[in-house]
C-alpha cells in the first residue's frame, strides 16, 4: 500500500536553528498538507498546499514557516528560527482529491531545547 | 468556523464487549467526516470516512459510524472489541467548500482501552 514518508523521524534543535522537515507524498495525490500534534494535545492544521501554492492556512502558520515542493517528489516544511514551543510531532499528509480521505505519514518529533 | 466534540477522554470496554466512541460536529453547510487511530508513537491510520450516501459507513478492522445529521454525529462502533483496538481515536470534518474545505478540524481524541 502506497505510504507517505517522513524524514527524519526524531529531530533535536537548539532555539533560534532553522530546521526543514521532509515529506515525499503518494506519487499520483495532487493535495499536500502539514499538521502538528503538540504532546498530549489535539492534531491541528498547519497549512494545505496545491497546484505549487498555498490553498489554505491556519493562524499557526506565521511567517517562521514556509512550505515548498522543490522538486516532483518532496514536500517541505521550514521552521526559519524555532522556539521551545514549536516542539510536537509534525504530520505531512497527501490526497488525491480533497473528497478523498488523506493518507498521514508516521511523523517527526520536532524537540526544540 | 467548524469543530468536533469528542466528549469522552477515555473510553473502557471489556473484549468482546460492543464499544462506541463518540463524536458529534459542527461545520457550515454539509460535512465530510472522518476517523483516524494512532498507536502509540505512530502516526494517523484512516479508518474511515462519510462523504455522502449511506449513513452507516463501513470501514477498516470492522469498525463503522453511524452519521446523524439532526443530531450532528458521527459515533464509532465496532461489534465485539479486540485488545489490540486500544489506541487513540480522532474524529475529523471538513466543510465541502467555502472556508476550510481544504483542513481537516479534529477533536482532542479518545482513548480507548479494551480490557481481557
Known amino acids: 500500500e502506497p505510504e507517505v514518508t517522513q524524514t527524519p523521524s526524531h529531530q533535536v534543535t537548539q532555539m533560534g536553528q532553522e530546521v526543514i522537515l521532509r515529506c515525499v507524498p503518494i506519487s499520483n495525490h495532487l493535495y499536500f498538507y502539514w499538521y502538528r500534534q503538540i504532546l498530549g494535545q489535539k492534531v491541528e492544521f498547519l497549512v494545505s498546499?496545491?497546484?505549487?501554492?498555498?490553498?489554505?492556512k491556519s493562524e499557526i502558520f506565521d511567517d517562521q514557516f514556509s512550505v515548498e515542493r522543490p522538486d516532483g517528489s518532496n514536500f517541505t516544511l521550514k521552521i526559519r528560527s524555532t522556539k521551545l514551543e514549536d516542539s510536537a510531532m509534525y504530520f505531512c499528509?497527501?490526497?488525491?482529491?480533497?473528497?478523498?480521505?488523506?493518507?498521514f505519514g508516521s511523523g517527526t518529533r520536532l524537540t526544540v531545547v | 468556523a467548524q469543530s468536533v466534540a469528542q466528549p469522552e477522554d477515555q473510553v473502557n470496554v471489556a473484549e468482546g464487549n460492543p464499544l462506541t466512541v463518540k463524536c458529534t460536529y459542527s461545520?457550515?453547510?454539509?460535512?465530510?467526516l472522518f476517523w483516524y487511530v494512532q498507536y502509540p508513537n505512530r502516526g494517523l491510520q484512516f479508518l474511515l470516512k462519510?462523504?455522502?450516501?449511506?449513513?452507516l459507513v463501513k470501514g477498516s478492522y470492522g469498525f463503522e459510524a453511524e452519521f446523524n445529521k439532526s443530531q450532528t454525529s458521527f459515533h464509532l462502533k465496532k461489534p465485539s472489541a479486540l485488545v489490540s483496538d486500544s489506541a487513540l481515536y480522532f474524529c475529523a470534518v471538513r466543510a465541502v467548500s467555502g472556508a476550510g474545505s481544504y483542513q481537516l478540524t479534529f477533536g482532542k481524541g479518545t482513548k480507548l482501552s479494551v480490557i481481557p
Open positions: 461545520v457550515s453547510g454539509n460535512p465530510y
Open positions: 498546499f496545491y497546484n505549487n501554492e498555498i490553498s489554505e
Open positions: 462519510y462523504i455522502t450516501g449511506d449513513n
Open positions: 499528509a497527501s490526497s488525491v482529491q480533497t473528497v478523498y480521505g488523506y493518507t
